[in-house]
């Protein structure tokens, strides 16, 4: 059987105190060591730019406007590929790249 995830990578200290409610999972992101976020209701998959920049992953162009969860707009440029792996998981995914400080 496959799975499609949708991943989203977060700074814990940016979520709202109540995560609770959270579907996060301890795995890697190509590697590095990562925090993530499955969330079943996102349209597509989402990388911080500080997490990307820091850990060198290799970024591509692709410019698109992304409305979040709240109602707003925001913009990205770029996107890159992520092999993420969760207990054993391995799933090559493209994330858009996008400010979540």
Known sequence: ??????????????L???TTC????EGTASGTPASILV???????????EFAQTHGFAHRPS?????LADGQQASTTTK???RIRIQGH????????????
Request: aromatic content about 8%; charged content about 25%; glycine content about 2%.
């Open 80 to 82: 890159c590929n992520v």
């Open 39 to 49: 969330d079943s209701g996102a349209s597509h998959c989402f990388i911080d730019a």
């Open 22 to 25: 959270l579907m996060t999972f």
């Open 16 to 18: 709202e105190k109540d």
């Open 63 to 67: 410019k698109s406007l992304v409305t």
């Open 1 to 14: 059987m496959k799975y499609q995830l949708r991943v989203l990578t977060l700074k814990l200290d940016s």
């Open 90 to 101: 391995v799933s090559e995914i493209d994330c858009f790249v996008l400010d979540m400080a």
